[in-house]
């Protein structure tokens, strides 16, 4: 590899990623791939060595970490990875394994609601927020876009009128708008919140690609009140395309729920998988090098998707996304129908529908831009028709 690209991440070559066997290429047969959230770049050096490792040891019994449902080692290493990179001392006696983030969410629904009470949530929505609450017999409380964010004013008048609101999900950052909740608008979620006696379910999968000149605040960080009502769900999957292996973390600031975590048998949501976990666990040990050169592509390609649309499809409304890979894209002005997404498949790219995300979703499509900047600008071409 180059010097300036040592892990190879601008020099991917299409024909290569097409026979990749993974859901993104393979699903669709579109030429170009811009859809799930998963990366074109090769994992992080580190930890393929890693699992390397493990298989060259032919250690694939059950590990060994303290007890046979003792925290996984990645669990431990949660609370110095999160007062390194964001300054939040949590305490780590609140901390659990998980197999996913969903099941996170999905849980805190469970053991925090009833049918029939509110779940508070950020429209438009990546769609497993949505499809965990109507199937679950409880209701959506959408929050809807204002033309410089979100309307919490709309949403207070209605919780004054509602008073089984008992869930706030938080995607922080925000997919699919890449929105990095500043401050002040975390410290009003938090008063809207308490004030109400709901429960705020923060997914923070996306912090680690939060881009250059932008802060992510973990919001259980915003003081102890805060914290005492919040439940934290991440996942090094995410910022280290890892998403097959399955591993996560949540941490139960919200009493309650620790305790219904800790009530539960073993295992009861499943046993950490040895692989995710030596996986995650290389990567928030020995990754972030890889990590500093990956959101350096992706700072370059949400800057350059700016001029690749003005040249080829400059009807299209476009914000850089503040974090995530993820470009929200308002593509109405094109008159391309009720599923603009089939559209853009019969020219070959295949994007994320704007309508699974929910209300504020129409006439949007979602683009994958973790991939290499020559790739993107094929696949902006290659949208133009």
């Known amino acids: ?123 438009p929505a990546y769609h497993p927020f949505l499809d965990s609450i109507e199937p679950a017999s409880r209701r959506l409380i959408g929050i809807g876009r204002t033309e410089d964010g979100f309307d919490y004013d709309d949403l207070e008048e209605r919780l004054r009128h509602d008073s089984r609101a008992r869930i706030w999900i938080l995607c922080h950052p925000h997919n699919p708008l890449g929105h990095v909740f500043d401050l002040p608008e975390l410290e009003r979620i938090a008063d809207i919140a308490l004030r109400h006696g709901i429960t705020v379910v923060s997914d923070e999968i996306h912090a680690d690609l939060t881009m250059p000149g932008t802060t992510h605040i973990p919001f259980a960080s915003l003081a102890s009140e805060v914290a005492a009502h919040t439940i934290t769900v991440t996942s090094a999957s995410k910022a280290f395309n890892l998403a097959g292996l399955r591993w996560a973390v949540v941490h139960a600031g919200d009493r309650t729920f620790h305790d219904a975590l800790d009530a539960l048998p073993g295992h009861y949501l499943g046993a950490p998988n040895l692989m995710a976990v030596t996986a995650a666990t290389a990567a928030w040990t020995r990754g972030d090098d890889w990590l500093g050169a990956v959101v350096g592509v992706i700072d370059e390609n949400r800057t350059s998707l700016v001029d690749l649309l003005a040249e080829h499809l400059p009807e299209v409304r476009y914000r850089p996304p503040a974090a995530t890979y993820l470009a929200w894209l308002d593509v109405s002005a094109l008159d391309l129908g009720d599923d603009p997404a089939a559209v853009f498949r019969e020219r070959g790219v295949e994007l994320s529908a704007g309508h699974q995300f929910g209300r504020g979703g129409e006439g949007h499509v979602r683009m994958n831009l973790a991939t290499s900047p020559s790739v993107l600008a094929e696949m902006v071409a290659a949208m133009a028709g």
């Open 1 to 123: 590899m180059a010097n300036n690209d040592p892990f190879g991440l601008r020099s991917l070559d299409v024909e290569a990623l097409r026979r990749r066997r993974g859901a993104k290429w393979m699903a669709h047969p579109a030429p170009f791939a811009a859809w799930v959230a998963d990366m074109d770049f090769e994992v992080a050096p580190p930890i393929a060595e890693a699992l390397h490792e493990v298989i060259d040891r032919h250690e694939l019994g059950y590990p060994n970490w303290g007890g046979p449902y003792a925290l996984s080692p990645a669990a431990k290493l949660f609370p110095a990875r999160m007062a390194q990179r964001y300054g939040w001392d949590l305490d780590p006696d609140r901390v659990h394994d998980l197999i996913d983030v969903i099941q996170g969410v999905r849980a805190a629904i469970h053991h925090r609601s009833e049918p029939g009470d509110g779940v508070v949530l950020h429209l």
